[in-house]
T-cell receptor
Framework: GDSVTQMEGPVTLSEEAFLTINCTYT??????LFWYVQYPGEGLQLLLK?????DKGSNKGFEATYRKETTSFHLEKGSVQVSDSAVYFC????????FGTGTSLTVIP | KAGVTQTPRYLIKTRGQQVTLSCSPI?????VSWYQQTPGQGLQFLFE???????NKGNFPGRFSGRQFSNSRSEMNVSTLELGDSALYLC??????????????FGEGSRLTVL
């Protein structure tokens, strides 16, 4: 069945460090792919998405490229800020939305 | 445009009681889904409602139920509460049924604590 495998956390980085959070998926066909972010005390909100292979989604300095050949959708940011501290979820739509386990990111000044 | 509204935001119950949570979707959205979020299990799908009909259901016991009204507002009910039901319950709405390319819009959640 459809599923998402996401890099385990937690991740702690210094401000301005480079971030990568790995996400791979198993799905029938070529679905859209999403990254959601959850800030402390809040619900999830869409960070970025890609609707087809080779698409790059981007938002707030974050990027992810839909790689069909490696079935991956890794999240990257070149220079993280303290305000990026949150939990990040990779997600795949299907009969239900399939979410990864979440990766907690803490950025220290 | 108002977002997804969930009430109550926080509640405390004791074992054996029941609870009803409410969700008002974004205006025009006809699909409402519910998720349970716990530290150990992550996000788990409970059910999806579309046009007042349950379209899909996750692997939860029958104590968990829901419904959707003609105005797309949704409620979920948990009966005979157990300690393990303590969680953040998230509601999400979307324009179309899940399975398409549309995104989910989440509320801030209802945090349930069972004592």
């Amino acid at each position: 069945g459809d599923s998402v495998t996401q890099m385990e956390g937690p991740v702690t980085l210094s401000e301005e460090a480079f971030l990568t959070i790995n996400c791979t998926y198993t799905a029938t066909g070529y679905p859209s792919l999403f990254w959601y972010v959850q800030y402390p005390g809040e619900g999830l909100q869409l960070l970025l998405k890609a609707t087809k292979a080779d698409d790059k989604g981007s938002n707030k300095g974050f990027e992810a490229t839909y790689r069909k050949e490696t079935t991956s959708f890794h999240l990257e940011k070149g220079s993280v800020q303290v305000s990026d501290s949150a939990v990040y979820f990779c997600a795949l739509p299907g009969n239900q939305f399939y979410f990864g386990t979440g990766t907690s990111l803490t950025v220290i000044p | 445009k108002a977002g997804v509204t969930q009430t109550p935001r926080y509640l405390i119950k004791t074992r054996g009681q029941q609870v009803t949570l409410s969700c008002s979707p974004i205006s025009g959205h006809r699909s409402v889904s519910w998720y349970q979020q716990t530290p150990g299990q992550g996000l788990q799908f409970l059910f999806e409602y579309f046009s007042e009909t349950q379209r899909n259901k996750g692997n939860f016991p029958g104590r968990f139920s829901g419904r959707q009204f003609s105005n797309s507002r949704s409620e979920m009910n948990v009966s005979t509460l157990e300690l393990g039901d303590s969680a953040l319950y998230l509601c999400a709405s979307s324009l179309e049924r899940q399975g398409g390319t549309g995104e989910l819009f989440f509320g801030e959640g209802s945090r349930l604590t069972v004592l």
